[in-house]
């Protein structure tokens, strides 16, 4: 018979994983407010640089395609730590 604590046994494993997740949404958080500073450094139109952000989409879109197979494979934890 197993016993029931209230204690987490690996509170940092949770933290781990909220900010692995997070990742994707904090950094589109962090590209949209600077899309007119990057059109401005760069000298073109604002249409030109919310392209950044369509490109950002696809590459997670493409990395989920790639390291969904990989982390099947070889485990998610070590293609996390890789």
């Known amino acids: 018979v197993t016993s029931f604590t209230d204690k987490n046994p690996k509170p940092q494993a949770t933290w781990l994983l909220v900010l692995i997740t997070s990742t994707s949404a904090l950094a589109l958080a962090i590209i949209t407010p600077s899309l007119p500073g990057i ?3 760069f000298s073109v139109t604002p249409e ?20 969904g197979p990989v982390s099947d494979r070889f485990g998610r934890r070590l293609t996390l730590l890789a």
Not at 48 to 65: C, E, F, H, K, W
């Open 39 to 41: 059109a401005e450094s």
């Open 48 to 67: 030109s640089a919310q392209r950044v952000l369509t490109v950002y989409l696809l590459m997670v879109g493409l990395g989920q395609l790639i390291f």
